[in-house]
Structures are given as structure tokens and as C-alpha cells.
């Protein structure tokens, strides 16, 4: 140390290097305390945990949502096809039955024959009473398979 500087420089000095002695010894004590150290991790965790939550929470609120809308938009997309699909077999089964009732005038003639003023029967083109009821039984068969078809 040289003789050269003044006593008060010297003091300053001696007040800087026990500051930055003081603050190593408060970074030792706070390496040593442990319990501290813990304490402060715990703490960051758990804001961290609670950080986490809140987005969750967010993103399950939003994804709901979205899943609501979803659902709300299909439900309408099958009512209109079921009221679509229910029109489709009530005229569908409206023409068939049109038909069936065709096919039973006509085999009704076939049956009772061709009778002139008199009422004696001229001309007999008789139809098996099988193939009357075959006919009734495919139709039928028909129409429970539209609506069979439609309900799925």
C-alpha cells in the first residue's frame, strides 16, 4: 500500500470491500438456507400450476363452445333430413298404393268377366287368386322397405 493515498480513500476502500463482503456472506447464507430455497421453488410451481389451470380452462370453455355449436348445427341438418326423408316416403308410398289400387281394379275385371246387358257373363279371363295376393304382398313388401330404409 502506498503511502499516497489519503485516509479517506483508504476508508471508502475499507466501507466498498466490507459491502461486497457482506453481500458474498448474504449469497452464502442464502445458498445454505434450504428451507428457503424450497420454499421459493414451491412457490414458483404453484403459480405455474395455476397458470396452466387458467389456460385450461379457457381452452376447455372454448372447445365447448365449439362443440356446442357442432352439435346445435347437426341437430338441424337431421331434423331437416328426417322431415325431407318422411315426405319422401309418404309420397313414395302414396304412388304405390296408387298403383296397387290400379292393379286391383284391373283384377277385378279379370275376375268378374265381361258381362253384356243381360247380365250373362260372355268372356271369363280368370287370374289365379294366388297371384292377386302375390301382387298385394309384393306391394306391400315394398312400401315396409322404403320406410324401413328411411328410418335409418
Known amino acids: 500500500m ?4 489519503s485516509r479517506d480513500e483508504i476508508r471508502a476502500e475499507i466501507a466498498e470491500t466490507r459491502a461486497e463482503l457482506a453481500d458474498t456472506a448474504s449469497a452464502l447464507a442464502a445458498k445454505a438456507d434450504v428451507k428457503a430455497q424450497v420454499k421459493n421453488a414451491v412457490a414458483e410451481k404453484k403459480e405455474a400450476a395455476a397458470g396452466k389451470t387458467g389456460q385450461v380452462k379457457q381452452a376447455v ?4 363452445e365449439q362443440v356446442k355449436q357442432v352439435a346445435a348445427e347437426k341437430t338441424e341438418q337431421v331434423k331437416h333430413a328426417t322431415v325431407d326423408g318422411l315426405a319422401h316416403v309418404k309420397q313414395s308410398t302414396a304412388q304405390h298404393t296408387a298403383r296397387l289400387a290400379e292393379t286391383a281394379a284391373g283384377t277385378t275385371d279379370q275376375f268378374v268377366g265381361r258381362t253384356d246387358a243381360d247380365g250373362v257373363v260372355r268372356e271369363r279371363r280368370p287370374m289365379p287368386l294366388a297371384m292377386a295376393g302375390a301382387i298385394a304382398v309384393a306391394g306391400a313388401a315394398v312400401v315396409t322397405a322404403l320406410v324401413r330404409r328411411r328410418r335409418r
Open 2 to 5: 502506498s503511502d499516497t493515498r
Open 61 to 64: 370453455a372454448e372447445k365447448t
